[in-house]
């Protein structure tokens, strides 16, 4: 399978934990992007790199989340002490420059 | 700040029927996209448009394009129970260091009746 790879795709967690989500890209993807997506909204940006360089951060992107992209591969999203309104669909997305974004599965997390 | 909306949020139509979803976006856009969402699910790509006057057809779905108004439809005829969905319409703009952002809708959710 050569589409994007989210893992785990279910997370449920207790409030105060900490998470971390993965992404893998399509191999030769030097764009990625990470997407929330809460019940009945649209999904809505979070960050972006170009190759390992993080480039955009949304207002979203508290100081207790962090986006990681070591050499340009896979990519991971860090939440720490988690809050009930953390609880969302985490979407990623991968394309090469100017073309269109492939997204995996998402993770689902739930905080309880 | 670009804003994207989409209308009707619900729509429950009886199989068989036609109808038509709107989007509307606030500022000039380089592309933009329709995507279905079923529950649990993430998103799968319908359709890109990329210039005024585009119009893109795939089996029931017909999407268009109309850049001076800022306004894309998605037409569905004919509808049938396998098109129950939510669908979300999407505004790309690009940004610094070439952020291709892309910013989507609330989305329509599609009943299809028997």
């Known amino acids: 399978d050569t589409g994007v790879s989210q893992n785990p795709r279910h997370k449920i967690t207790k409030r105060g934990q900490n998470v971390t989500f993965r992404c893998d890209p399509i191999s030769e993807h030097n764009r990625l992007y990470w997407y929330r997506q809460t019940l009945g909204q649209g999904p809505e940006f979070l960050t972006y790199?170009?190759?390992?360089?993080?480039?955009?951060k949304s207002r979203l992107l508290s100081d207790r989340f962090s986006a990681e992209r070591p050499k340009g591969s896979f990519s991971t999203l860090e939440i720490q002490r988690t809050e009930q309104g953390d609880s969302a669909m985490y979407l990623c997305?991968?394309?090469?420059?100017?073309?269109?974004?492939?997204f995996g599965p998402g993770t689902r997390l739930t905080v309880t | 700040e670009l804003k994207v909306e989409q209308n009707p949020l619900f729509l429950s139509m009886q199989e068989g029927k036609n109808y038509t979803i709107y989007c509307n976006y606030s500022?000039?856009?380089?592309?933009l996209y329709w995507y279905r969402q079923d529950p649990g699910k993430s998103l799968e790509s319908l359709f890109v448009?990329?210039?005024?006057?585009a119009v893109k057809q795939e089996g029931r779905l017909m999407a268009s394009l109309d850049t001076k108004a800022r306004l894309s439809t998605l037409h569905i005829t004919a509808a049938v129970h396998d098109l129950s969905a939510t669908y979300f319409c999407a505004v790309v703009k690009v940004y610094n260091f070439g952020n291709e952002k892309l910013t989507f809708g609330t989305g329509t959710r599609l009943t299809i009746i028997p």
């Open positions: 448009l990329l210039s005024n006057g």
């Open positions: 790199f170009q190759n390992e360089a993080q480039l955009e």
């Open positions: 500022t000039t856009s380089d592309r």
């Open positions: 997305a991968s394309s090469l420059s100017h073309y269109e974004q492939y």
